[in-house]
């Protein structure tokens, strides 16, 4: 567990509007991901900063219980050319407090670390977080992802 500040910083992707209901964002989130990859979305993203992939969760009705948006995308020097079907996002310069999710991908540790922030008590803004998915994630056996939670 670590609290860091973040600069803002912009991000061009696709996204899916879902909620943690039952049967909706364990359906909607991985066919996401499906279509990220099937349709070579992260090459379509124009002035891309790097190879790292962003997974957004934003514009909450409220807070995890209710509606919110998850944007699979990567950062970007600039907004100015969004392609069709994309959105941009900003994530606004704040607090967050970064957890770490470690092991194999197929042990569900993003969900499971996503359990223990919901149940962490945070004071949290709700505004926008993201698990930031780099080199260190490429072995999906020995994979680790950053997850980054805006705070008060």
């Not at 860091?4 to 991901?33: C, R, Y």
């Not at 993003?110 to 930031?132: A, H, M, P, V």
């Amino acid at each position: 567990m670590e609290f860091l500040q973040v600069d803002s910083f912009e991000l061009i992707g696709i996204s899916v509007l879902t909620s943690n209901d039952p049967g909706k964002a364990e359906v909607d989130i991985p066919a996401l991901w499906e279509r990220f990859f099937a349709e070579d979305i992260i090459n379509k993203i124009p002035n891309r900063t790097d190879s790292s992939i962003y997974c957004v969760y934003t514009d909450y009705e409220s807070d995890h219980t209710q509606p919110y948006r998850v944007l699979l995308a990567c950062a970007v020097s600039t907004i100015d050319e969004i392609p069709d079907g994309m959105l941009a996002h900003r994530i606004n310069k704040g607090r967050f407090h970064k957890f770490t999710a470690k092991g194999d991908m197929k042990d569900n540790i993003i969900y499971n670390k996503w359990l223990n922030i919901w149940e962490s008590g945070l004071d949290r803004t709700f505004q926008s977080d993201y698990e930031l998915y780099n080199e260190r994630s490429q072995d999906r056996s020995n994979a680790e992802v950053d997850i980054f939670i805006g705070i008060k």
